[in-house]
Nanobody, 127 residues
Framework: QVQLVESGGDLVQPGGSLRLSCIVD????????IGWIRQAPGKEREGLLC????????IYKDFVKGRFTVSRDNAKNIVYLSIENVRPEDTAVYYC????????????????????WGQGTQVTVSS
């Protein structure tokens, strides 16, 4: 059973950068797609992007282009989400998730629907 643990959330000043990590346990990351989702205070969860087993990307929100970068290290079973030039509106709990609700868990779903989630990591952007 896939288990996901996020880390790296922090208080960051506007314009700064940070890298979030998602440790995948219980399975081989090489066999799974991993998505990133966030939930800002008082707002619904929104899917950001997803990386497939073959490094194909699915972008769920256009605003991630240029500032958000996802990568994976299958040897370490870790997926990273880097955010550049952070803004106050990036303040949210960030989750990684896997599409275990689909038959094919190695490809990204066309919509941000995921069956297995981590507990989330808090990112706060403030001066």
């Amino acid at each position: 059973q896939v288990q996901l643990v996020e880390s790296g959330g922090d208080l960051v000043q506007p314009g700064g950068s940070l890298r979030l990590s998602c440790i995948v346990d219980g399975v081989s990351l090489a066999d799974y797609a991993i998505g990133w989702i966030r939930q800002a205070p008082g707002k619904e969860r929104e899917g950001l992007l997803c990386i497939s087993y073959s490094d194909d990307l699915v972008i769920y929100k256009d605003f991630v282009k240029g500032r958000f970068t996802v990568s994976r290290d299958n040897a370490k079973n870790i997926v990273y989400l880097s955010i550049e030039n952070v803004r106050p509106e990036d303040t949210a709990v960030y989750y990684c998730a896997s599409p275990t609700n689909y038959r094919d868990v190695d490809v990204c779903p066309k919509i941000p629907s995921f069956g297995s989630w981590g507990q989330g990591t808090q990112v706060t952007v403030s001066s």
